[in-house]
């Protein structure tokens, strides 16, 4: 059985827009990703809302920071077969002040430690799917928190292929097939999460086979 780690924020979590919720597993789009996998494969979830790539958040907690708990949690589900890491929509917070090439570097940074981990098959490297997140759409409540977002969010998809490719991991595009929510601007609806999981699902299989 090949295990896959999904590593993300709470659009990996699966915080409903509507509600603040969290989606039913079967909603969620790893849910989607391991029903369409198959028993053959074992899919674990690892989305924490707020988490940023490698920033400390003054405000919501050190433990946000996506570097901070990053090997235990690859230590502690090895072997992995596969990797996916979404982060970086967090990093768009205006208290953070980042850029969108910063941000991409810093979810970059994260994929190295991931393949440097030696958390793969037999010691070795797992594959890593840098995905780059859907651009924010028109903020409602949270407009003041993410000033600027809707921007910088547009430049993530050059950034983050470019960090890809210079880091030797592979790369999927989410605005390619979804978009977040317009009741926030944030998050995804569950369409979306249904679109995402078989948008994964099938790039795992091109990778794996």
């Known amino acids: 059985m090949r295990t896959i780690l999904c590593y993300g924020d709470s659009n990996t979590w699966g915080s409903d827009p509507e509600t603040g919720e969290r989606f039913p597993e079967d909603v969620r789009w790893p849910g989607v990703l391991r029903n369409r996998l198959g028993h053959e494969y074992r899919v674990i979830e690892e989305g924490l809302p707020g988490r940023t790539t490698v920033r400390n958040d003054p405000i919501e907690g050190d433990h946000k920071n996506g570097r901070t708990y990053l090997m235990a949690c690859l230590e502690s589900h090895r072997p992995l ?16 002040g ?18 440097r981990s030696g958390c793969g098959p ?46 030797g991991c592979e790369f999927l595009d989410a605005s390619e097939v979804i978009v977040s929510s317009e009741v926030d601007g944030i998050h995804l609806d569950a369409g979306a999460h249904g679109k995402l999981g078989e948008a994964v699902a099938a790039r795992i299989g091109e990778i794996l086979g």
């Open 81 to 96: 077969a596969l990797i996916t890491l979404m982060l970086g929509t967090n990093d768009l917070k205006d208290r953070f």
């Open 98 to 115: 980042s850029s969108a090439s910063d941000i991409a570097q810093g979810a970059a940074s994260l994929a190295d430690m991931m393949m």
């Open 122 to 167: 037999d010691g070795g490297s797992p594959v890593v799917v840098l995905i780059s997140p859907p651009a924010v759409a028109t903020l409602t409540d949270m407009a003041q928190m993410f000033e600027g977002a809707e921007e910088k969010s547009r430049q993530f998809v050059g950034h983050y292929e470019r960090f890809a490719e210079q880091h």
